[in-house]
């Protein structure tokens, strides 16, 4: 039996295609979280110094230093992602860019709460347009894993809202809600962001299981054909071998200097050799379908013992030359089994007789 390659399981227990899954949507999370937190840093930096040229500088360098130390921690998460060992949890690694993300949301509700400006000026607009655009620009980076990208949104965006709408310059309900609501349509389009890369994830792994299945039949099928071809070669050799054997069989029967005849099992000629034909003098047509007992003479000529004999057996006759010559020799009986096409019978050769010239 072929021994079929081993195909490795997921890295944590469940029911499949889930933990695959999860490792997939892991991976694809690293792979495009580290921009985003590139990203979100250098617009930190630029707010640092938006905060700066308004004279917020105490609380903007303590904001910047949250902003840093969350960009490191998210690095170092990263770094430690690329080193990990294979049977590691994927649940636990996004359980950390959950953390940071929700630590990233933190700093920019903080930019929208404690730092938002009273006085109306660019600087509140530059507040809500950093804090829209980094929230809803990361909805890509981040939305392979559920709450990745809640993590950073909500703690973002509805502090934000609430403060601005409902708590700095008193309650206005058309606007706020209209905020939340936005706050709600940013939730709702991650999810359907991760809702669609789950299912572009799942017909990658069928696809790669049906490659790999097919790799796998193709192979079985190379070497069944190797195989096959391998006894073709063999049953031709060998049929080439069994004519070349029948071949020359027949050119000995042929060609034999001793007479040569073959019988049915009642004693009827099947055929004749050349040397056979020059001792009776007759030709295979003249000497096939005759019985064996009529080329004899003398005690043998009556007699069909030789007919039912079980082995070979060597007795001296006297056969019926050309002109009725007697000619004395020895007869070989040998028993014939049956074969495929023909019956049984037996083979004689006569030896010690003087063929006429």
């Not at 840093?41 to 360098?61: E, P, S």
């Not at 709460?113 to 006085?119: D, K, Q, R, S």
């Not at 965006?157 to 409902?166: D, G, H, K, V």
């Not at 309900?173 to 709702?188: D, K, P, Q, R, T």
Request: hydrophobic residues 45%; neutral net charge; glycine residues 8%.
């Amino acid at each position: 039996m072929d021994r079929q390659p081993k195909i490795e399981g997921p890295p944590t227990g469940g029911k499949w295609p889930e933990p695959r899954l999860r490792a997939l949507q892991v991976d694809e999370l690293y792979r495009l979280a580290p921009t985003a937190a590139g990203f979100s840093y250098f617009g930190a930096l630029l707010t640092l110094g938006v905060l700066i040229q308004t004279g917020d500088i105490g609380r903007g360098t303590v904001w910047f230093l949250w902003a840093t130390a969350v960009t490191f921690f998210r690095f170092m998460i990263a770094v430690a992602y690329r080193r990990r060992t294979p049977d590691s949890d994927p649940g636990a690694w996004a359980h950390l860019v959950i953390a940071a993300n929700f630590l990233a949301g933190v700093q920019w509700g903080v930019l929208g709460t404690i730092l938002f400006p009273e006085a109306p000026g660019y600087r509140q607009l530059f507040t809500l347009m950093v804090i829209t655009c980094f929230v809803g620009g990361s909805i890509t980076a981040y939305a392979s894993v559920r709450w990745a990208h809640e993590s950073l949104s909500i703690p973002a965006t509805i502090p934000t809202a609430i403060n601005l709408f409902f708590v700095q310059q008193g309650i206005h309900w058309f606007a706020g809600a209209m905020a939340l609501f936005f706050c709600f349509a940013i939730v709702y389009y991650a999810r359907k962001q991760t809702a669609f890369i789950e299912d572009r994830l799942r017909l990658e792994m069928e696809r790669d299981g049906l490659l790999e299945l097919t790799t796998l039949l193709n192979e079985k099928l190379e070497r069944e054909n190797k195989e096959l071809a391998h006894r073709a070669a063999v049953r031709g050799m060998s049929v080439e071998s069994a004519r070349e054997r029948v071949g020359r069989l027949e050119t000995l029967f042929e060609h034999s200097p001793l007479p040569q005849i073959e019988c049915d099992a009642h004693g009827k000629v099947i055929s004749v050799n050349l040397a056979a034909e020059r001792l009776f003098g007759r030709k295979y047509e003249d000497l096939a379908g005759n019985m064996f007992s009529t080329l004899l003479t003398g005690p043998y000529a009556a007699s069909k013992a030789y007919a039912g004999a079980q082995e070979a057996i060597s007795i001296e006759v006297e056969v019926v030359g050309p002109n009725g010559l007697t000619i004395p020799c020895t007869a070989s009986f040998t028993p014939i089994s049956a074969r495929e096409g023909r019956p049984p019978g037996f083979g004689v050769i006569l030896s010690g007789a003087t063929i006429p010239a």
